[in-house]
């Protein structure tokens, strides 16, 4: 990898001109750092106590302060700033005194980034969720939503599977909509970016798996109405801000961080040895066979002929571990340096990262390397302008869907009794399905990301506490799949000599912003905050592929050696939104708060009667821990009352929607055109209207900070893909119908257990969420496998037959057969699967969801334990008809099956083997379990070296860690992992599927921070 | 509109109120900012609006190419509705065929335990009424379609729409041997072109009657308006064959024979000379009546997918088994064209090859057995005749007299020649023939009426067999 090669030296280079150094001071002087990275800290305000005398540290954390002898010997320094708790020094006469201040983790005091613009987060009347960059370093993750999973109350994400680079869910507040998206809307330093899965296969790509998490400085997640209501008609599914690190001012700063991490799967399933599946198929053969013994015929074939035919090898005592064979050993590498600096005209922050991470199955590998520059530019006291731009590039070789047979968990179908390679070394090719082994060595799948993520900025301030500010992002990705199948997969692929195919995408994300700020206190008790301006988005992708079949051989890779071009295409589509948004927030006496936004948002997506929507959103909050009442009572340090009502919409549906469209075909060499689409010139988005109401309160001098939040969203007008008659010609059409609501409670607590030399903090976030479809206008919404919309119950439920365990009579799988209605099994049980009907008989989503964590510091160590935790939903185990069917087909079995019905009396849930013999292997709730989990997600433990150990080797500090990812992991879910959707069905509705769906990573992972 | 108006007004409010340089600088941060309605105006670039589609007599003709690719869909002629009526008809006890595959649907038919959710089945019903949609859409935009091509239009959309309807009849509804016809439920008729989806969408099944009528009605009326030869398109001759299949399928032997003899003596089209040239084929060979095209770029082989080996690019999920083969006399041609140990037919081993969806040999065998049932005059030529024109050719020895074959025979060598080709099951239903100890009327052999439409359209019956 010549990349890697560059990268490196380029490296090496800036390591050497690192340098550092300080001077010394008179009369009181010192320096003023970081108590938890040691930075020094410029604009800490030094006081001496009692008087108005004060200074203020340089850009190098130094300060002098000139007192007389008697403030020498007895006053008091008082060392403050922003986001630092305060700290009281007494002099006693020393001339050098040196400070650590601690970082204050009351969150109440913090910035949240909002929309066009921040708040401190005391005044907030909505409800932000914020992750600090501290909660997303150094965890090995393949992707940045991974840094938020179990730590936002309320934010449920959902990793489809362990494969790298593939598609996340991230529900925040539940599913707003059935069939428009319900992914939040990403937004990085002000530019929304590009997220939507871009990939040719069914397995969804994740397009934020190119943003290094390591150049996070926060992340916020606007969740209620009030927050999220300035994103107008994007806002419904909440928005993710995300904001990256800046420069400070300061001697130039260098981070370099090291890691090396290796992963095994988090779970893995049991199946059957040759010995046990021999025993159970050939009593599945006697079962089925002509006599009822193994001495009879089934279909014509004698057993050994069956064998002979389907499991070739059978005989020759072979047992293979299949399961094993998924995996790879594997070896992540991670390296990222940055500087910092600046003075106060300038400000910088350079940071490069490679990031080559191994996955835990055969031949998946996802290598980063992202280079950024954030700079600012103080050119005047009027004006300001900067830059954030950062250059990608990610290689992703990539794997099959979760159903080919390619994909290297789908080895596990193959018998026990047949041997993974010939004697000659290759890939066998006579298993009873495809071998995937062959797939590894005879094929690639290659996905190269190129992009350019940035944005410039003018901020301009004509007048004292006016800011007008102006905007432009781009967000340039360019990804290329190049996939070939060698001519050893032909039966995958039908090319006896090969196929290869290309695609390339070009997403062109343009977004720009005007707007201006306007904050004014008046009469010491009124204070505005004023923001109004507008903004355009415009997308336009273009994909074109080409693909190509007959190689001379195995070395030709690139359909320019094809002897055929079988397929091509080129399409290109593009979608815009125009915005025009006002926020006023006015609080009185900085007690009562009362925020209004308003954003009037159009998209080219809209029908021609529907262009533009409108929403509002007002709210109100009250500190009444300003109030005099609360004065004495010392225990309670913040505590405000909060509410919110506002308008949200969605619009993340396909482009050109409402439109009659016909599209281009071609028959026999003339083009064609058929309708794809009937007209809605209504199609609007649809509209969350979102009620919240919290509370703030802050304990014990804050050492104890609390959020309660409850909301009610409901969605109205969805945009739905309506099932229509198919004699009309058509499947669906997209309607606004419908509605549906989540009701949800959160609850944040933060308590600081023990402060001082050995701290211990503790952070808990519960989240409980339910969703209700309360109309579909009568449609039966069908998903994948089981998973339908269904009116009157959550979304995505499992709908299907009811599996009533086995007749212990003669080992029939026995269903339930329910009342018209549904809801009772009155009618008792019946052996034919068309005779029972359907019922619901599951939820994919959970009850609640969080995290817990606590964080240790003791001297230089410092020790991070996050737990994360999901209740209540349950997992349709789509593969479960191949893998746990008691021997219906040559599938290894899961072990479980050998508990199958064999003799009259027998009790058991699995019914009696018989091959091919269909019994209870259709889609049932057999095939249904419990999802509950709870997850030691993180542990981190973390070593700084001591001042003089770092002073002696010429650093600033230096930090030795160890972290685990996905640990331990318990649940009753008897798959690989709880932690599934599968990736070639994952949508809105069809949600916690399994099928042969890869585990998650566990990880392990050692690394070293140096700072010089 | 009015709510932008009054935030602009906001904006330049604020600009007013602030000093003209200021007001530069803003016109300028605004400038960067495209920001006016006509950026939400942006139109598709691989579709056009429905009433341009339909607005000239080309485009109007392309809607009718369209219909064919609709035709060609694999769901459809593309492999699905002859394959899986083959798996149908498979007894699975003598087992001439068996599914190998793992695809479950297909599975599902050939054991004869076809579940109401049945992907396959649900997309063929989809598949099929978008075929119909759009030939009732060039039927209904016919006014539009210059004058000296309306008719052959017109008859392309026709034949299109009635060979569509007779497979889905034959498939969805009871079959017309069964008799009542008149009560026993068919599919829904429709026969307009969709501009809205509303109650009226809700089509009930029509009865075995009058879906026949509707077969009927277009297949006439598109052979009376087609020319003789259209290429690779229909043509009256086209026409005619699917009209002799369904006079056959309805016991009309007297109108079958005279169909089937129509195309023979058009004198377009020859036996070729050796079997195997009947198959596999690139472009139309001369025994050709009407094939769906496939080529490298266009169009998919479901039948190659299915029935061929890897070494052909498919996936060789359909096996023959020694019992099929045992029926054939020795010296047969048509058993040269097994191969992997007969195991496999190599009617179809071509991924790129066209599917033939009917040929002049079934013409000589409709007009042999419809001659044999309805007794002379014989219309066209002796059954002997045509029935050695078919066994000449394959060289198997002539019968020398009629007393030398039956019925039996006759089915037996239609069996033996349109193998694989998607006639099996629809010959043992019309022939009143059990599959295995399965009745030919038992609804077993019948689809279900797709879950997903009986969930969408209350007025739609599901077949009896599938009543919960």
């Not at chain 1, 701290?759 to 109309?775: E, L, P, R, Y």
Request: net charge negative; charged share 20%.
């Amino acid at each position: 990898m010549s990349y890697k090669l560059q990268f490196s030296s380029i490296l090496l280079v800036l390591l050497f001109f690192a340098s550092t150094g300080y001077t010394q001071a008179q009369t009181v002087s010192g320096l003023v750092t970081s108590a938890e990275n040691g930075e020094p800290l410029a604009g800490i305000t030094v006081i001496l106590e009692g008087t108005t005398t004060g200074v203020a540290t340089d850009i190098e954390g130094e300060y002098n302060i000139d007192l007389n002898s008697d403030q020498f010997q007895n006053g008091v320094l008082m060392f403050s700033g922003v986001g630092f708790i305060q700290q009281s020094v007494i002099i006693n006469g020393r001339s050098e005194i040196n400070v650590q201040l601690e970082t204050d983790i009351n969150l109440l005091d913090e910035v949240v980034v909002i929309g066009f613009g921040s708040q401190i987060k005391e005044k907030v009347t909505g409800n932000i969720s914020s992750i600090s960059a501290s909660e997303i370093e150094g965890v090995p993750i393949n992707s940045l939503e991974q840094a938020i999973q179990g730590k936002a109350a309320g934010v449920f994400i959902q990793t489809n599977n362990g494969k790298l680079g593939q598609g996340i869910q991230v529900r925040v507040r539940g599913s707003a909509s059935v069939s428009a998206s319900n992914q939040p809307l990403y937004v990085i330093d002000g530019t929304s970016v590009t997220t939507a899965n871009l990939s040719n296969t069914s397995a969804a790509t994740n397009p934020l798996a190119d943003i290094n998490p390591n150049d996070i400085e926060s992340i916020d997640i606007l969740k209620d109405a009030s927050a999220a209501a300035i994103y107008g008609s994007r806002g419904s599914n909440g928005v993710v801000l995300i904001t990256t690190k800046s420069g400070r001012a300061g001697v130039t700063q260098f981070d370099a961080n090291y890691a090396v991490s290796t992963s095994e799967p988090a779970g893995n399933k049991e199946w059957l040895n040759g010995d046990q599946y021999l025993e159970l198929f050939d009593e599945a053969f006697a079962n089925s066979s002509t006599d009822g013994t193994i001495n009879g015929t089934l279909f014509g074939f004698t057993r050994d002929g069956l064998y002979d035919t389907f499991i070739p090898g059978w005989d020759q005592g072979y047992n293979t571990d299949w399961q094993e064979l998924a995996y790879q050993d594997n070896l992540s590498h991670k390296f990222d340096l940055s500087a910092s600096g600046g003075d106060d005209k300038t400000r910088f922050r350079v940071s490069g990262q490679y990031n080559g991470q191994e996955g835990i199955l055969i031949d998946n590998t996802f290598d980063r390397i992202s280079g950024r520059l954030n700079l600012d530019h103080t050119a005047n006291d009027k004006v300001m302008i900067g830059t954030n731009l950062n250059v990608i590039n990610t290689i992703n070789n990539r794997l099959s869907s979760d159903n080919a047979f390619s994909t290297p968990i789908q080895l596990v179908a193959l018998p026990p009794v047949q041997r993974p390679y010939n004697d000659d070394g290759e890939p066998s090719n006579q298993t009873v399905y495809d071998n995937g082994l062959l797939f590894r060595d005879g094929a690639t799948f290659e996905t190269t990301v190129f992009r350019a993520l940035g944005n410039a900025f003018i901020n301009y301030e004509p007048v004292e506490n006016l800011i007008l500010r102006g905007e432009f992002g781009a967000d340039v990705l360019d990804q290329n799949e190049e996939r070939w199948f060698g001519s050893s997969v032909s039966q995958f692929t039908g090319a006896a000599r090969g196929a290869a195919d290309n695609r390339y995408v070009r997403v062109v994300n343009i977004n720009s912003q005007a707007y201006a700020n306007y904050i004014k206190d008046f009469a010491q008790v009124h204070s505005i905050d004023i923001t109004a301006g507008l903004s355009t988005q415009q997308v336009e992708t273009d994909v074109v592929s080409v693909s190509g079949i007959d190689f001379p051989n195995d070395f030709f890779r690139q359909v320019g050696s094809a002897a055929t071009i079988d397929g091509g295409d080129a399409t290109v589509t593009t979608y815009t939104f125009t915005s025009y948004f006002a926020r006023a927030n006015y609080s009185f006496d900085d007690t009562y708060l009362f925020p209004v936004s308003g954003t009037v948002d159009g998209s080219s997506r809209f029908g021609e009667n529907n262009r533009y929507g409108f929403f509002p959103s007002a709210s109100v909050g009250w500190i009444i821990s300003n109030e005099n009442f609360l004065e004495d009572v010392e225990q309670i340090s913040f505590l405000k009352l909060r509410a919110s009502y506002g308008f949200t919409g969605n619009a993340e549906i396909n482009n050109f929607q409402s439109r009659g469209l016909y599209g281009a075909g071609a028959y026999g060499g003339s083009s064609g055109l058929s309708p794809t689409q009937s007209p809605n010139p209504n199609l609007k988005w649809e509209t969350t209207k979102q009620f919240n109401v919290g509370v703030d309160l802050a304990l014990f001098s804050d050492r104890v900070t609390a959020e309660v939040d409850y909301y009610n969203k409901n969605t109205e007008d969805l945009l739905l893909n309506v099932n229509v008659p198919a004699t009309t010609g058509f499947t669906t059409q997209t309607r606004n119908v419908g509605a549906l609501e989540n009701n949800g409670f959160e609850f944040v607590l933060t308590t600081r257990n023990f402060v001082g030399e050995f701290n211990w903090s503790t952070t808990f976030n519960f989240g409980a969420n339910q969703n209700k479809i309360t109309n579909l206008d009568g449609q039966v919404i069908q998903g994948n496998f089981v998973s339908q919309a269904v009116e009157g119950e959550p979304i995505g439920v499992f709908f299907g037959r009811e599996y009533a365990g086995v007749d212990p009579d003669n080992g029939d799988a026995l269903y339930y057969v329910h009342s018209a209605d549904g809801k009772d099994y009155n009618a008792g049980t019946t052996n034919s699967f068309n005779g029972a009907n359907r019922v619901v008989i599951g939820d994919p989503n959970p009850d609640f969801q969080g995290g817990i964590g606590n964080t240790f510091n003791y001297k230089g160590f410092d020790l991070n334990i996050f737990f994360q935790y999901v209740y209540g939903n349950d997992i349709y185990n789509g593969g479960g008809t191949f893998q746990s069917a008691n021997a219906d087909f040559f599938d290894n079995q899961t072990v479980d099956q050998m508990n199958r019905w064999q003799n009259p009396g027998d009790i058991t849930d699995v019914p009696q083997a018989r091959l091919l013999g269909g019994n209870g292997t259709g889609e049932s709730s057999r095939y249904l379990s419990d999802g509950s989990y709870l997850r030691l997600k993180t542990v981190t433990l973390g070593y700084s070296l001591p001042q003089s150990a770092v002073d002696l080797l010429s650093l600033r500090s230096a930090r030795l860690y160890f972290t685990g990812l996905n640990i331990l992991t318990f649940t009753n879910y008897d798959g690989w992992d709880p932690e599934v959707n599968t990736d070639f069905t994952a949508s809105n509705i069809t949600l916690g599927t399994d099928f042969y769906a890869a585990p998650q990573p566990k990880t392990f992972e050692i690394g070293i921070n140096i700072g010089f | 509109m009015k709510a932008i108006e009054s935030k602009t007004v906001l904006i330049i409010h604020i600009m007013k109120k602030i000093k003209s340089k200021i007001l530069t600088t803003l016109i300028l941060m605004v400038f960067i900012i495209s920001s006016c309605d006509g950026l939400l105006n942006v139109d598709p670039q691989q579709s056009i609006d429905s009433e341009i589609a339909l607005n000239t007599s080309d485009n109007v003709e392309s809607v009718l190419i369209g219909a064919y690719d609709a035709l060609s869909d694999d769901d459809l002629f593309g492999g699905e509705i002859l394959y899986e009526p083959d798996l149908l008809a498979d007894d699975n006890v003598n087992n001439e065929v068996q599914w190998t595959g793992t695809f479950e649907e297909p599975e599902q038919i050939w054991r004869k335990d076809i579940q109401i959710e049945n992907a396959q089945v649900s997309q063929t019903w989809d598949a099929a009424y978008n075929a119909i949609n759009l030939t009732n859409t060039v039927i209904s935009a016919l006014d539009v379609v210059n004058e000296d091509i309306r008719g052959r239009v017109e008859g392309e959309a026709r034949f299109i729409r009635g060979i569509i309807y007779f497979n889905l009849l034959k498939l969805y509804g009871m079959p017309y041997s069964a008799g009542n016809i008149g009560t026993n439920l068919g599919v829904p008729i429709v026969t307009t072109p969709t501009n809205e989806i509303n109650e009226e969408s809700e089509v009930p099944r029509g009865t075995v009657e009058a879906g026949y009528q509707q077969v009927l009605n277009d297949l006439e009326t598109a052979e009376s308006l087609l020319p003789e030869t259209n290429g690779i398109y229909a043509s009256s001759s086209v026409a005619a064959a699917i009209l002799s299949r369904v006079h056959l399928q309805m016991g009309n032997y007297n109108l079958a024979r005279e169909a089937a003899n129509r195309v023979i003596n058009s004198g377009n089209y020859s036996l070729t000379s050796e079997y195997a040239d009947a198959f596999n084929r690139t472009s139309n060979s001369s025994e050709d009546i009407f094939s769906i095209q496939v080529s490298e770029q266009d169009g998919a082989n479901s039948m190659n997918l299915f029935y061929a080996s890897a070494d052909f690019g498919g996936r060789g999920d359909i096996i023959v088994r020694p019992p099929h083969i045992a029926l054939y006399e020795a010296g047969d041609d048509r058993l040269a064209l097994f191969y992997d140990g007969s195991t496999r037919t190599g009617k179809w081993s071509n991924q790129f090859g066209n599917i033939g969806v009917v040929r002049l040999a079934e013409m000589y065998l409709t007009r042999a057995e419809a001659n044999f049932r309805a007794g002379p005059p014989y219309v066209g030529d002796d059954p002997i005749n045509d029935l050695n024109t078919i066994r000449g050719r394959v060289n198997l020895p002539f019968y020398a007299s009629p007393t030398e074959f039956d019925l039996d025979d006759i089915l037996l060598e239609r069996k033996l020649e349109l193998m694989f080709e998607g006639h099996l099951l629809h010959d043992l239903k019309r022939t009143q023939r059990s599959v295995g100890n399965i009745s030919y009327n038992s609804g077993q052999i019948l689809y279900p009426i797709p879950q997903r439409e009986i969930d969408v359209n209350p007025n739609l019956v599901q077949n009896d067999y599938y009543q919960q």
